[in-house]
Structures are given as structure tokens and as C-alpha cells.
């Protein structure tokens, strides 16, 4: 779904491009949408490719995904949406691929995340995935290139990754599909209520705590259906402007109608305009 | 506080004023628990077996990035993807372009018999088609060879490394680390590297990566190098030796154009785009055994099928105009060699001719097709010439259009040099989405091309 001429480009000279706003996703004919989310060079796109047939450029080096890569699979008479986002380390600081993640996170409302990681680099990966989880519950968690990890000499217990984690935990080796009906499946129970995610959320130090405990229901106010108060309260507490903005202007609040805007490419949002 | 409906400053006024209370070390204190959560987690679910195997990927990284090693090794495995792409492409070359000169007398005997109109066949089969075959022929094998070539160099890991070893010579000259790598995509494809400069995050850093792009050589314009290389470079050499000084020349025209870019950036970060360059983090991912199939799809279809389309897309009307503008006549004087005339002192100046400048002006949708147009004007028969060996080329412009050293040393650099083909300037636009921008990212280099061409012309008719 490409948006005509005219909406593209009052996107492009609209003020508010390249902030939180227009990060709207209409959900066209799928039953679900699925994000892709992970570190650069952890097969993230060797999954999406694995899953939706497509044949998104692979390489053995970070920063690929400059786009955000969008497909489709099946299961069990359920059409998902996938949503390949860009590699990125963190979702703290303000840079293009990681504000795009987040936004589309926080504003596409995906009815599952996938976060990929590296089964060799695991705690590295893990920074993110608690990230992505403070965002979101619904979380999957998918241990890739077990066969790295195997050659090393790693052994990762997903199991007790998963309990740790709270939320559900699949290895795969995404090149040889292994572990992929899965990580699929899972997908889809987490989605139907059959598996429950109860991630767990880093626990910072009591003051920032209790800081976050007073912000949090003055915030559910201001915007009233948001799912993750908590997570705008840390980045309120934070100072990060994006998100000072989003609220003043409403577009937090606005969330529900942000659901049937169009849908914009990426690249628009990376275009230089308006930054130089 | 008591409002029901709390207003977006309200919120912001109170989280001001914890932030405050909080102190300023807020982000080191979430990410420090975060990072000490993801520790004890990692920590529980991960057990590294005693028998770790050797760790090939660090010693391999030590030497392929090691400061002494690491640039010659990288030299040394471009020459050698250069050279495997020379010999590999000059066989298959002659096959198909003898098999597209069949196909084309067989059908103008075919057209002449059915008592076609001599103009009709003229523009379709000696226009439209041999425009065809000739990019078909001179493209399709070395692109064949040196897009899975490039592939396998990817899939294996070895890009993030060229960055590594390049990525102090960029901040140097006030660019971006990363901007080796969409140099490196450069080589596949400029319009390819524009897009790749997304992975640049600084607004500042990314347009120099944009406007510099142009001056690494295209798979478009490599058969050109690899031509000029074989005709005029390995000529002077023994035939034993003939493929490596080719290949060597190539890749002295590579470096010049890495040189061009470093000095272009290193300009544009000291005037226009002021700066300071920004530090990144590389990561060196583990070396992966390529996939074989996908590095066959990757670089057969998503690659070369694509560059290839595109050049036939564009040497079809290119063969039409070329036709028209050598069959139209005023005066008994071709339009093709009038406007080669008018051009001719411009092109003197800078070492060429006005045929060659001209071949660029129509050659401008798609550079893969200077050389055909070029060797079609020269031909002045209307149609692009049936020379199906190198030697017969080397006949045409030494003998015949009076070409030397000075010609061919030009045509490289102008070449390399010179202005983005228009799909490269269109991405221009797409990704910068500024007039101002995109002019200077086409003109530049075009000043480039004639400053350089003029100063290489006028030293060479002094001293030589």
C-alpha cells in the first residue's frame, strides 16, 4: 500500500514529520501485526526472509535494514503482518534507526514483538530485549544463530531465559529454518491469550521508582488508554524531547486514531529535509 | 494535584520537577540497572563449554585489520576480484557479441528480403538492437563475475573490515566511518550507495557521503575502465603480463576515485558542511560461510539481472537517438557530427574530443553506454560498429580517430570523475529531497571531471 502523490507529500512538508505522529500503521487485511526487532547482524533479516518468503537483502554486516521492510505470512488460517525494523543496540538515545523502532513500537501497537538475538552475544542482546519490553508486553523472545553459538562452545538454556525473562523464548537457526514453526507458533499463542507474558521490568533504584509510581497516573490521565505509562514516565523523567512533544501536542492522547492514518514509508521519515 | 484530567503541562511541569529532585545522572542509573539485569539474566541461561574452540575470527581479524596488513590485504583481494573479472570476461564478451551479430545480419536479410523499408530496419536492427547487444555483451559477463564476487566478500563479513581500515582516513577528512561502506556499495551501484548512506545518522556527515558517492566507478562504468585498460595499458605490456597490468590499472583508477572522494569530502566538511565528525561504534560481525545459493540469487538477479535491465532499458532509446541524430542530415553534415564539431574545442581542452563529450550527453540516462555511442558516432555510418575484438577497437581509435595515451588516460579519469548517471541524481533527490543538494551533487563532479582532464591535457602538451 503505497500513499498517493498528494498525501506523501504533505507528509513531507508537515511540521511534525519525522516525529512520533506519522508513524501510523493501518493493519490493511491482516488479522496481526508482528514486529521484528533486535541488534544489527543477529539474522533479524534472515527470519523475516525465512517467514514471508521474501528475499530482503541479507548481508553479513550491521546497518542493512535501512527501510523497514514489511511482509506477510500464514498460520492456521491467520494472516500476520511482519514488520522487519531496523537493527539497533538500545532504544535510549535519539538516533534515526532507533527512534524508528520505538516509534513504530509505541505507535504501530504490534500485537507481538519479536525481539532476535544473538545466542552468542546474549547479554548484549538481552539490553534491548528488556527495552522492547518495557514498551510492550506482548514479547517474543527468539535466541537466533544457535549454530554460532554450538561452534562456540555456548549453550544457551532458553527455558530458564524464558522464566528469567517473563516472556516466551524460542531458539532458531533462521538460515536452515530451524526453530522457526516454533517461534511461529508461539507467536500465535502468545497473540491468542494461550501462552501469557509477564515480562519482567528492570528494577531501578527505589527513588526513580517511586518518581515513576507518582508520574505514571497522572500520565494515564493526560492520555487515557496508553498502554505503557510507565515506559513515557521513564522517558519523561529522562527528558527526552520526543516524547515532551508527543504528549503536548496530543499525539499520545490521539493514539487511537493514530491506528487509521496512512501508512508511510520509512525512508520519508530518513529523508533529510527540514534537518539540514 | 487533584485534577481529574490531568493537562499534557501539568505532566510535563511534575515530571520537570522530579527530574530535578532525581539529578541529572537519571539515564546512567536506568541503563546501569538495565545492563546489571540483562548481566544476571545472561548470566543464568548462558554455560561457555570448557573446549572452546579457537577463536579463528580474532586471529583472521588481527591480520585482515592489523594497521601494517590491513590496507595492502585489501588492495591486494580488490586486484585480485579485478583481474579474475578481466580474464574471466573477455572470452564470453566475444561469444555474445558474434552471436548478437548474427542474430542482427540474419534479420536485416530477413527485413530486406520482406521488402521492409531500408529506414525501418536501419532503426530497429542496426539502431535499437545493436544499442542491445552491445551493453548485453559488454556488460552482462564481467557483471556476472564481479557481482558474486562482491557477494561472497559481503556474506563472508569482510565489508565491516574495509570500513574499519578506511574509517580514519574518513575522519580525517571530516566524514563519517561508515561512509567506507557506502563507498564500498558504491562500486555495486552509486545510486545503490546514495541509498546505503541511511546507515549515516548525522544529517551532515550523511549528505557528504551522498554528494562524494559518485567518485567511486559504477558497475556501469567499469567495462569502460576495463576496456581502456585492456586496449591501451595492457598493450604496452608483454601478453603474458597483459591481464595484471590491466587489472593494476583498474585499480589505480579505483584508488584515484577513493582519493577524489577523501578530497571531495575533506572540502565540502571544511566549507559547506562544517563539522566535526561523528564517533560510531563498527561492529565486526563473526566471519559467516557463505550461502552459495543466495549469493547466486543475490548477485545474479537481485544484482546483475537488475543493473542489466536497467541498461537495456535505457541503450534502447539511447541506440533510436544515435540513429536519428547520425541519419538526419543538414547540409550533407550528420546532426551527430555537428554537434560533435561544436563540441570538439571543449573537448580538446580537456584531452578528449567532441564525439566523446557527446557520447556523455547522451549517455547521461546510463553510463554503461558511452563506449557503444562513442565508437557508433566514430563509425559515422549510422549504426554502431560491429568490432567484436578488442584489437579491432584499438585499430578504430588509434589509427583511425587519432587516440593517444593522453586520450585514453583522460577518458579513465573523466570517466571516473564525471557527472552521477541520472537514476543516481533522481536517488540524489529521493533521499535529500533538495534542489540545492542534488544540483551541487551533479555538478561537482562535473567540475571535478574538467578540472582535473583540462590539468592533466595541459601538462601533458607541455612536458610530453
Same mark, same amino acid.
Given at each position: 500500500m503505497t500513499p498517493t502523490a498528494a498525501a506523501y507529500s504533505n507528509c513531507e512538508t508537515?511540521? +511534525?514529520? +519525522?516525529?512520533?505522529?506519522?508513524m501510523g500503521v493501518s493493519l490493511g487485511k491482516f488479522d496481526y501485526l508482528v514486529a521484528l526487532a533486535g541488534?544489527?547482524?543477529?539474522g533479524k533479516s534472515s527470519v523475516f526472509n525465512a517467514l514471508t518468503?521474501?528475499?530482503?537483502h541479507v548481508g553479513n554486516?550491521?546497518?542493512?535494514?535501512v527501510m523497514r521492510a514489511e511482509g506477510g505470512y500464514a498460520f492456521q488460517t491467520l494472516r500476520y503482518k511482519l514488520v522487519d525494523l531496523p537493527g539497533t543496540?538500545?532504544?535510549?538515545?535519539?538516533s534515526e534507526d532507533e527512534e524508528i523502532s520505538r516509534n513504530f513500537l509505541l505507535f504501530g501497537r504490534p500485537d507481538c514483538t519479536v525481539v532476535v538475538v544473538d545466542a552468542t552475544a546474549l547479554e548484549r542482546n538481552l539490553n534491548l530485549a528488556l527495552q522492547v519490553m518495557e514498551i510492550t508486553d506482548r514479547v517474543v523472545v527468539c535466541v537466533n544463530l544457535m549454530d554460532e553459538a554450538r561452534r562456540k562452545g555456548i549453550e544457551v538454556d532458553v527455558r530458564s531465559l524464558s522464566r528469567d525473562l517473563g516472556v516466551p523464548a524460542v531458539p532458531t537457526v533462521a538460515r536452515t529454518k530451524e526453530g522457526l514453526h516454533e517461534l511461529v507458533q508461539t507467536i500465535a499463542d502468545l497473540i491468542s491469550g494461550a501462552v501469557i507474558s509477564k515480562p519482567v521490568h528492570p528494577s531501578h533504584p527505589p527513588e526513580l521508582e517511586s518518581a515513576v509510581d507518582e508520574l505514571v497516573p497522572l500520565i494515564e490521565q493526560s492520555a487515557?488508554?496508553?498502554?505503557?505509562a510507565r515506559w513515557v514516565a521513564l522517558r519523561l523523567l529522562d527528558g527526552d524531547h520526543k516524547v515532551r512533544q508527543a504528549l503536548l501536542s496530543g499525539e499520545l492522547a490521539d493514539l487511537e486514531s493514530q491506528q487509521s492514518a496512512p501508512m508511510e514509508e520509512i525512508s520519508s521519515v530518513v529523508a533529510l529535509q527540514g534537518r539540514q | 494535584m487533584t485534577a481529574k484530567v490531568a493537562d499534557p503541562k501539568t505532566v510535563l511541569l511534575r515530571a520537570d520537577h522530579l527530574r530535578r529532585q532525581i539529578g541529572d545522572d537519571f539515564r546512567d542509573r536506568i541503563v546501569s540497572s538495565l545492563y546489571a539485569d540483562a548481566r544476571r539474566i545472561a548470566d543464568r541461561s548462558v554455560r561457555v563449554g !570448557?573446549?572452546?574452540?579457537? $577463536?579463528w575470527d580474532q586471529k583472521v581479524d588481527r591480520i585482515v585489520t592489523s594497521p601494517v596488513l590491513g590496507l595492502p590485504i585489501m588492495l591486494g583481494i580488490l586486484a585480485l576480484v579485478f583481474w579474475i573479472t578481466i580474464v574471466g570476461a573477455n572470452y564470453p564478451s566475444q561469444m555474445l557479441a558474434e552471436f548478437f551479430f548474427v542474430v542482427e545480419s540474419t534479420a536485416v536479410a530477413l527485413f530486406t528480403d520482406w521488402g521492409v523499408p531500408a529506414w525501418i530496419t536501419g532503426f530497429i536492427w542496426n539502431g535499437v538492437f545493436r544499442g542491445l547487444s552491445w551493453v548485453v555483451s559488454v556488460m552482462l559477463p564481467p557483471m556476472a563475475i564481479f557481482f558474486p564476487l562482491f557477494t561472497i566478500l559481503e556474506d563472508l563479513g569482510y565489508l565491516p573490515r574495509v570500513a574499519f581500515n578506511l574509517d580514519w582516513l574518513f575522519r580525517k577528512s571530516g !566524514?563519517?566511518?561508515?561512509q567506507a561502506l557506502t563507498m564500498a556499495m558504491g562500486f555495486g551501484c552509486n545510486a545503490a550507495g546514495v541509498t546505503a548512506?541511511?546507515?549515516? $545518522?548525522?544529517p551532515r556527515e550523511r549528505l557528504i557521503a551522498i554528494l562524494t558517492n559518485n567518485f567511486v566507478p559504477c558497475n556501469g562504468r567499469f567495462p569502460t575502465l576495463i576496456m581502456l585498460a585492456t586496449i591501451f595499458v595492457a598493450a604496452a605490456f608483454p601478453p603474458a603480463f597483459a591481464s595484471f597490468a590491466a587489472a593494476g590499472a583498474v585499480v589505480g583508477v579505483v584508488l584515484i576515485g577513493v582519493g577524489f572522494t577523501l578530497l571531495a569530502s575533506w572540502l565540502l566538511a571544511r566549507t559547506v558542511l562544517q563539522g566535526e565528525a561523528s564517533a560510531f561504534t563498527l561492529e565486526l560481525p563473526p566471519y559467516r560461510r557463505p550461502s552459495i545459493l543466495r549469493i547466486l540469487y543475490t548477485s545474479l538477479i537481485d544484482r546483475t539481472i537488475f543493473v542489466l535491465w536497467r541498461a537495456i532499458m535505457t541503450a534502447a532509446p539511447a541506440g533510436a537517438v544515435i540513429w536519428i541524430l547520425a541519419n538526419i542530415n543538414i547540409a550533407g553534415v550528420s546532426l551527430a557530427q555537428r554537434s560533435a564539431d561544436f563540441l570538439d574545442l571543449l573537448g580538446f581542452a580537456i584531452g578528449l574530443d567532441g564525439v566523446i563529450l557527446l557520447a556523455y550527453v547522451i549517455a547521461i540516462p546510463a553510463n554503461e553506454i558511452v563506449v557503444p555511442t562513442m565508437l557508433m558516432i566514430y563509425m559515422g555510418v549510422g549504426m554502431m560498429s560491429d568490432v567484436t575484438s578488442y584489437g579491432e577497437i584499438r585499430t578504430l581509435l588509434v589509427?583511425?580517430?587519432?587516440?593517444t595515451m593522453l586520450t585514453a588516460i583522460n577518458l579513465m579519469l573523466f570517466s571516473l570523475l564525471h557527472n552521477p548517471c541520472a537514476t543516481t541524481i533522481i536517488t540524489i533527490w529521493k533521499e535529500t529531497r533538495s534542489a540545492r543538494w542534488t544540483t551541487i551533487g551533479a555538478l561537482m563532479p562535473l567540475a571535478f571531471a574538467f578540472a582535473v582532464t583540462f590539468a592533466v591535457a595541459t601538462l601533458w602538451r607541455i612536458f610530453a
Open positions: 508537515c511540521p +511534525a514529520h +519525522a516525529q512520533l505522529a506519522q541488534n544489527p547482524n543477529t518468503g521474501l528475499r530482503q554486516w550491521t546497518g542493512k535494514t543496540y538500545s532504544l535510549l538515545s535519539a487515557p488508554g496508553l498502554p505503557n | !570448557a573446549e572452546q574452540k579457537w $577463536d !566524514a563519517h566511518g561508515k548512506t541511511r546507515v549515516i $545518522d548525522s589509427e583511425q580517430q587519432g587516440w
